[in-house]
């Protein structure tokens, strides 16, 4: 090799290398910082969009697992006004067979009538008030509703619809045919032409109706369930995958960083010697 002056060729190496290795404990420290290993597109071009993709979807999954868990919320709501519903009915019931006896006076049947009302006029209130997010569930106002629980735009693989009839009518004249007042007098056996044992069979069919009712609602619901674990299952694996192409691995990460620090200290202490170079020519005049 040529010994020269103006063109010092072993620092220019030496500077390379310095740099090089610079660079290299810049990177190590990054990643050692931040957990990636992508930390920009240039890291990784490729991974650092497919990354940038899975995180939209993980994002999407979130949104639409808490979509499934208010439809759940909103069915449990339903379903428990009317497991209030089915307790009041059946006290009226009882008390029906209980005024169906025979052995009472008008007094006494004056006064299971009396409860027999309060009981009625509970359901009423009931369905008046059964919301959910501003919503009445029972009043008959309610349509159907899709619960978006993908991320899918296709309708058929992403939503779960919510029929009519989980939103009917709940109140006593839409339950039996005639108002809480009429209702009552003949649970009671006080109305004219009427015994208060007649009027079971048709009590009857209400707390099978509502039985019905509820067995929808927990259909619907074991749909939401199984939508809302399919969807962890699949932000499991997008998690999961993500990982292993982002996270940086600290073992890796960490032996990276002391190599390119011994590196850039040999470079460091040897760019002093290279730039002495020059100087020895200076020998030679």
């Given at each position: 090799m040529a010994l020269t002056i103006n063109?010092?060729?072993?620092?220019?190496?030496?500077?390379?290398?310095?740099?090089?290795?610079?660079?290299?404990?810049?990177?190590?420290?990054?990643?050692?910082?931040?957990?990636?290993?992508?930390?920009?597109?240039?890291?990784?071009?490729a991974g650092y969009s497919i990354a940038r993709n899975w995180e939209a979807q993980l994002?999407?999954?979130?949104v639409a697992a808490?979509?499934?868990?208010?439809?759940?919320?909103?069915?449990?709501?339903?379903?428990?006004?009317y497991a209030l519903v089915s307790s009041h009915i059946q006290r009226v019931r009882?008390?029906?067979?209980?005024?169906?006896?025979?052995?009472?006076?008008?007094?006494?049947?004056?006064?299971?009538?009396?409860?027999?009302t309060a009981r009625l006029e509970e359901v009423n209130r009931i369905a008046a008030n059964c919301e959910f997010s501003g919503q009445n569930m029972m009043d008959g106002s309610m349509?159907?509703?899709?619960?978006q629980v993908g991320t899918d735009g296709n309708a058929a693989k992403s939503q779960i619809v919510l029929k009519d009839e989980l939103f009917a009518k709940g109140d006593v004249e839409s339950l039996f045919g005639i108002s809480a007042e009429d209702l009552a007098k003949k649970c009671a056996g006080l109305e004219e032409g009427t015994t208060a044992s007649s009027m079971l069979?048709?009590?009857?069919?209400?707390?099978?109706?509502?039985?019905?009712?509820?067995?929808?609602?927990?259909?619907?619901?074991?749909?939401?369930?199984?939508?809302?674990?399919?969807?962890?299952?699949?932000?499991?694996?997008?998690?999961s995958s993500l990982s292993t192409l982002r996270d940086a691995d600290v073992a890796t990460e960490s032996s990276n960083y002391i190599k390119a620090q011994i590196l850039q200290q040999a470079s460091a202490t040897l760019l002093a010697?290279?730039?002495?170079?020059?100087?020895?020519?200076?020998?030679?005049?």
């Open positions: 063109t010092n060729l072993s620092s220019m190496i030496v500077q390379s290398n310095l740099a090089k290795s610079t660079n290299q404990l810049n990177q190590a420290i990054e990643r050692m910082t931040t957990g990636y290993k992508i930390n920009h597109a240039s890291d990784n071009a994002g999407s999954l979130d808490d979509n499934a868990a208010t439809g759940a919320d909103m069915l449990s709501t339903l379903e428990d006004n009882d008390l029906t067979e209980q005024a169906a006896n025979g052995t009472y006076g008008s007094q006494s049947l004056k006064a299971i009538q009396s409860e027999i349509k159907s509703i899709s619960l069979a048709g009590i009857d069919d209400v707390i099978n109706e509502i039985s019905d009712r509820v067995t929808t609602l927990g259909a619907a619901q074991n749909r939401i369930e199984s939508a809302i674990e399919s969807i962890g299952v699949q932000s499991e694996n997008i998690t010697t290279a730039n002495q170079t020059p100087s020895i020519a200076l020998n030679l005049l």
